[in-house]
């Protein structure tokens, strides 16, 4: 299953939200690849980021991927998650990543990065792999997501208790950055 990465020249004008960014172990750019046929089950290491969502209720969005998604699908995972595009800001990225897939408009200056130096390897039950450089940000918000269905199959408001009895207990329940991204943001007191 193992396919041959186009490594084009970090310079490439590539279309908006087709390509990943491949780096290096110190996240310097090595090039893109199309993102279709970049997770395999030798995923080179890209850029990511990964967006937490809490509402004034202190309610967690958490969302269902869709089935026909390469990775991970139908499984549970936090607000949204997405690639930047090559020149990109990671608040641009996660801006129009929020309004793809959730229908959400994200402001940009409510962000926070959390987890600046996140890093994690995953293999799904397909033998894809996941190996992301993933910066972990958090928005608190009130929103009214209207998920686009090839996205999100479905979405919901957790509570942290909850989230911690599921991360603690049952982590399969969830995407694995999830449980490891909510381990880190609890560690240093962000999910309360």
């Given at each position: 299953m193992t396919a041959p990465h186009d490594l084009s020249s970090p310079t490439d004008d590539a279309a908006v939200g087709l390509n990943v960014i491949l780096?290096?172990?110190?996240?310097?750019?090595?090039?893109?690849?199309?993102?279709?046929?970049?997770?395999?089950?030798?995923?080179?290491?890209?850029?990511?980021?990964?967006?937490?969502?809490?509402?004034?209720?202190?309610?967690?969005?958490?969302?269902?991927?869709?089935?026909?998604?390469?990775t991970w699908p139908g499984v549970?995972?936090?607000?949204?998650c997405g690639h930047p595009d090559l020149?990109?800001?990671?608040?641009?990225?996660?801006?129009?990543h929020g309004r793809a897939e959730l229908g959400i408009d994200v402001d940009a200056s409510a962000l926070r990065l959390a987890l600046p130096e996140f890093r994690y390897r995953a293999v799904d039950d397909?033998?894809?792999v996941e190996n992301e450089i993933c910066p972990v940000w958090l928005l608190d918000a009130d929103l009214a997501p209207s998920p686009r269905a090839d996205e999100v199959a479905a979405f919901d408001w957790v509570g942290t208790e909850?989230?911690?009895?599921?991360?603690?207990?049952?982590?399969?329940?969830?995407?694995?950055w999830a449980v490891l991204q909510w381990r880190q943001l609890r560690t240093l007191g962000l999910t309360r």
């Amino acid at each position: 299953m193992t396919a041959p990465h186009d490594l084009s020249s970090p310079t490439d004008d590539a279309a908006v939200g087709l390509n990943v960014i491949l780096v290096d172990d110190d996240n310097n750019v090595l090039g893109t690849a199309p993102k279709l046929s970049v997770h395999t089950d030798a995923t080179p290491l890209h850029r990511a980021f990964s967006c937490h969502v809490r509402n004034s209720d202190g309610l967690w969005l958490m969302s269902r991927r869709a089935i026909t998604k390469l990775t991970w699908p139908g499984v549970w995972t936090n607000a949204f998650c997405g690639h930047p595009d090559l020149g990109e800001d990671p608040t641009d990225a996660i801006v129009r990543h929020g309004r793809a897939e959730l229908g959400i408009d994200v402001d940009a200056s409510a962000l926070r990065l959390a987890l600046p130096e996140f890093r994690y390897r995953a293999v799904d039950d397909s033998g894809v792999v996941e190996n992301e450089i993933c910066p972990v940000w958090l928005l608190d918000a009130d929103l009214a997501p209207s998920p686009r269905a090839d996205e999100v199959a479905a979405f919901d408001w957790v509570g942290t208790e909850a989230l911690d009895r599921i991360v603690d207990d049952a982590p399969f329940l969830i995407s694995p950055w999830a449980v490891l991204q909510w381990r880190q943001l609890r560690t240093l007191g962000l999910t309360r």
